[in-house]
């Protein structure tokens, strides 16, 4: 047979293209790109959501079309509904013309209408246009592809391997059944041959049903990697997730997002029986030969170094004790010496005078080392600075939009700079900082990692930093005291150095006090 895939040079459908020439069928591929394309078959550089005698014409002489035609996310010219609906139509006209019959359309697994879910509402009504279409029509449903290339398995892994903690929308209760690409890829060859398929409806889908928890849970043991499962709300996610889908390849989209939340499972049995395709499973070695050359985003990774815990964050766990009370004293501090005097500075430098003896003589750290002037420590706080003030920018500009009656909070920190003779500010700040590293980042942060692990560390680190901020009356101070100290608690626990950190913390201050960056 002669078989136009549409959408041939897309994950799927190169899987699609080695089964059918595999098969014996002549392939013609229609791409309305030029990216990475399968050799050995006709290419048609038509874009098929547009249809019309182009169209027509690239599928004149099939005998068969697969359409794989699919976004997900919408795009400047193109939504869900012109690529899932319009196209779909454009599609069916195209092939009327061209006297082309026979029609493998693959969708999604539980394909619903939705109107809250614009994804999930034009699959559904691309499908309707199918089953009207009058054609030999075939329905394959798709769960979670996995497979060479995917961006499936291989972006959990990237997430696995750049932090130990994965937000799971809704606690990963969703269930999904993942899929082998060469199971799809069958399960169209097959639809395609097989006339007791047509005007039927399959869902393609692995053997397993998994909630989304269990499949991160796989992914981190093929890895060999500790993972801790953050429950997020869907809704909480759906900002963060908005954000990443401006990037030119995001890791995740909103509807994909929607779909691990809702889940995405079907019945495997009537493929299995009707087109002979028995599912594999995803099994560990499968996830680790997939992932193998997978390294975290941008080279960048959040998590922290454990393999020396005996050694050092063994002794570190012993002054956890401490942390108990020396937290509410320091906060008690700060707030009790508002009432001897406004001078924001000196109530801090005061604080420390008491807290950071204290610290040094009863926590049982590696202080030394831990100050050591070592060049990695100076490189590692330097870049983490720089990435650090980019970052606090985007954030503010993203808070002062939804809040303007912050930038008024901000604009009353940068009058404390004037509060100190300018002699004074440079060795004060930096005293300031010093005695910040040392309480927050190596009394808290290193005991709380020692006993409970380095990603609570950093939570306890940053939370009792903010708490620390609230008697100071600013409350977008507090929120930056939040971020900024789980941020300083990870590149301390990282570096093992809190030079690193404290270089880190003067670049922000100069930037952000005295620069007024922000």
Wanted: hydrophobic content about 55%; overall charge positive.
């Amino acid at each position: 047979m002669r078989v136009a895939v549409v959408g041939a040079s897309g994950f799927i459908g190169r899987a699609a293209v080695a089964t059918l020439q595999a098969a014996g069928h002549a392939v013609v591929g229609l791409s309305r790109g030029r990216r990475a394309r399968p050799a050995g078959i006709d290419w048609r550089e038509v874009d098929a959501t547009r249809g019309g005698p182009a169209l027509a014409g690239a599928l004149a002489g099939c005998d068969a079309v697969v359409n794989l035609v699919g976004i997900k996310r919408a795009e400047r010219g193109q939504d869900f509904a012109a690529a899932h609906v319009a196209a779909v139509r454009a599609l069916v006209a195209a092939m009327q013309a061209a006297g082309v019959r026979r029609l493998v359309h693959v969708g999604v697994a539980a394909t619903r209408d939705d109107p809250r879910r614009p994804y999930m509402a034009s699959k559904s009504a691309g499908e309707r246009e199918v089953l009207s279409s009058g054609l030999d029509w075939t329905i394959l449903r798709p769960g979670p592809v996995f497979g060479a290339g995917d961006d499936f398995v291989r972006n959990l892994a990237a997430t696995l391997r750049h932090a130990g903690v994965f937000p799971a929308p809704d606690g990963g209760r969703a269930l999904l059944q993942p899929v082998a690409v060469e199971d799809v890829a069958a399960a169209i060859a097959a639809a395609v041959e097989r006339p007791a398929a047509i005007g039927r409806t399959f869902d393609v889908v692995g053997p397993e049903r998994l909630s989304l928890a269990d499949i991160v849970r796989r992914v981190a043991a093929a890895l060999g990697l500790p993972v801790a499962l953050l429950p997020c709300p869907a809704p909480l996610l759906g900002v963060a997730v908005g954000l990443l889908e401006r990037l030119p390849d995001p890791l995740l989209t909103r509807a994909q997002l929607g779909l691990l939340t809702e889940g995405l499972i079907g019945d495997p049995g009537p493929a299995e029986r009707a087109l002979g395709v028995t599912p594999r499973a995803l099994t560990r070695e499968r996830i680790a030969a997939l992932a193998a050359d997978v390294g975290p985003w941008l080279g960048i990774s959040l998590r922290l170094r454990r393999g020396d815990e005996d050694r050092f964050f063994g002794p570190c766990a012993k002054g956890l004790v401490h942390v108990a009370w020396i937290v509410p004293l320091a906060i008690a501090l700060i707030a009790g010496l508002g009432a001897l005097t406004d001078h924001v500075w000196y109530r801090m430098l005061a604080a420390n005078l008491v807290l950071v003896p204290l610290c040094l003589r009863l926590v049982p750290l590696p202080w030394r080392a831990l100050w050591r002037p070592r060049p990695h420590a100076l490189v590692a706080g330097a870049l983490a600075g720089a990435l650090l003030l980019p970052l606090g920018w985007l954030v503010t500009r993203g808070l002062f939009a939804l809040a303007p009656e912050l930038g008024a909070q901000v604009a009353g920190v940068y009058g404390w700079a004037t509060l100190l003779p300018a002699a004074a500010a440079g060795p004060l700040l930096l005293a300031i900082a010093a005695g910040e590293e040392v309480v927050w980042r190596g009394a808290v942060a290193f005991a709380v990692a020692g006993r409970l692990g380095p990603w609570w560390g950093c939570a306890a680190a940053g939370a009792a930093f903010a708490l620390a901020h609230v008697s100071l009356g600013v409350p977008v101070l507090v929120l930056a005291a939040l971020g900024a100290g789980f941020f300083w608690a990870w590149l301390g626990l990282k570096t093992r150095s809190l030079l690193a950190v404290f270089v880190c913390h003067v670049l922000w201050d100069a930037c952000v006090a005295l620069l007024r960056l922000y």
